[in-house]
């Protein structure tokens, strides 16, 4: 494969419906509804298990990469320095938000799966993605240019 570089998903997928590249790893989010109007092709899906949008896509595991995920997240953050107090308000604030119909329709709208994973299982979560890019960079020996 070569890399081609973009601009953003906007002009990748474009590409591929024009057929100038063959595949591109993109967010679902990002795709839209263009997918579901066959005018592309999803070949598989890098979450732990199949995604409700996509049922009959498989995941990268069941397609013979069992240690293989890369899904798009998003966390909040804020400064170390913050209050605990005003953290754990704004911690219950997101969860209190998150968990509205409103939310959970929208995110499913968008293909966006939504974990329920408290303050300390999101940092935990963070270190070994962490250590798997970075031995992976190193493995590939990927460098900026």
Same mark, same amino acid.
């Given at each position: 494969?070569?890399?081609?570089?973009?601009?953003?998903?906007?002009?990748?997928?474009?590409? %591929?419906?024009?057929? =100038?590249?063959? @595949?591109?790893?993109?967010?679902l &989010?990002?795709?839209?509804?263009?997918? *579901?109007? !066959?005018?592309?092709?999803?070949? +598989? $899906?890098?979450?732990?298990?199949?995604?409700?949008?996509?049922?009959? @896509?498989? /995941?990268? &595991?069941? *397609?013979?990469f069992?240690?293989?995920?890369?899904?798009?997240?998003?966390?909040?953050?804020?400064? $170390?320095? #913050?209050? !605990?107090? #005003? $953290?754990? /308000?704004?911690?219950? +604030?997101?969860?209190?938000?998150?968990?509205?119909?409103?939310?959970? =329709?929208?995110?499913?709208?968008?293909?966006? %799966?939504?974990?329920?994973?408290s303050?300390?299982?999101? #940092? +935990?979560?963070?270190?070994?993605? +962490?250590?798997?890019?970075? =031995?992976?960079?190193?493995r590939?020996?990927i460098?900026?240019?």
């Amino acid at each position: 494969m070569t890399c081609i570089p973009y601009r953003g998903s906007p002009p990748a997928v474009l590409a %591929l419906m024009k057929n =100038e590249i063959q @595949v591109f790893p993109i967010g679902l &989010a990002a795709v839209g509804s263009s997918s *579901s109007e !066959g005018k592309l092709t999803a070949l +598989a $899906v890098a979450t732990p298990e199949r995604v409700p949008m996509l049922p009959h @896509v498989p /995941t990268i &595991a069941e *397609s013979g990469f069992p240690d293989f995920i890369a899904s798009n997240w998003f966390g909040i953050a804020a400064p $170390v320095n #913050t209050p !605990g107090s #005003t $953290v754990d /308000t704004l911690a219950q +604030a997101i969860s209190d938000a998150q968990n509205t119909a409103l939310v959970l =329709e929208r995110f499913a709208t968008l293909g966006m %799966l939504v974990p329920r994973l408290s303050r300390q299982q999101f #940092t +935990a979560s963070l270190k070994p993605e +962490a250590e798997f890019w970075r =031995e992976t960079v190193e493995r590939g020996k990927i460098s900026i240019e």
